[in-house]
């Protein structure tokens, strides 16, 4: 059988697609969070927490919850030191609100993002009004 090797007039559309979007950054490997937040190949850089993708928040959502137990476990082994533990978590706890609480921020331009915290038709009760 002889060895698979391009064609004459062979063409880019003859193999697999690129990826649509670009997730590794320089040196990063495969897979990186930098691709998601858009660091660019000159290092790392820092977004805001509201700017942050879904998908990041998401993985950091999962990942406390595992700390929290990891916590949790070292508590019970060591439960003489089970107060600097709650103070940990705590702050995971307090560092959890802030970034939950600046949202992820708009998905895409025509998307508003999260709704404005001053109420609505789905908050009290709406009446017609005096009858």
């Given at each position: 059988m002889p060895p698979l090797s391009p064609t004459i007039g062979s063409s880019p559309l003859d193999?697999?697609?690129p990826s649509p979007t670009d997730m590794g950054a320089a040196g990063a490997g495969?897979?990186?969070p930098q691709g998601l937040t858009g660091a660019g190949p000159g290092g790392p850089q820092t977004i805001p927490a509201d700017q942050?993708?879904?998908e990041v928040l998401t993985g950091i959502m999962?990942?406390?919850q595992k700390v929290s137990a990891l916590l949790d476990s070292f508590a019970?082994?060591?439960p003489d030191k089970g107060a600097q533990l709650g103070l940990i978590k705590d702050l995971l706890a307090r560092y959890l609100a802030d970034i939950t609480s600046a949202g992820a921020g708009p998905v895409s331009p025509t998307n508003p993002g999260p709704a404005?915290?001053?109420g609505g038709m789905d908050r009290g009760i709406s009446s017609a009004g005096p009858v």
């Amino acid at each position: 059988m002889p060895p698979l090797s391009p064609t004459i007039g062979s063409s880019p559309l003859d193999g697999p697609p690129p990826s649509p979007t670009d997730m590794g950054a320089a040196g990063a490997g495969p897979f990186s969070p930098q691709g998601l937040t858009g660091a660019g190949p000159g290092g790392p850089q820092t977004i805001p927490a509201d700017q942050l993708p879904p998908e990041v928040l998401t993985g950091i959502m999962q990942a406390a919850q595992k700390v929290s137990a990891l916590l949790d476990s070292f508590a019970q082994v060591t439960p003489d030191k089970g107060a600097q533990l709650g103070l940990i978590k705590d702050l995971l706890a307090r560092y959890l609100a802030d970034i939950t609480s600046a949202g992820a921020g708009p998905v895409s331009p025509t998307n508003p993002g999260p709704a404005p915290m001053m109420g609505g038709m789905d908050r009290g009760i709406s009446s017609a009004g005096p009858v």
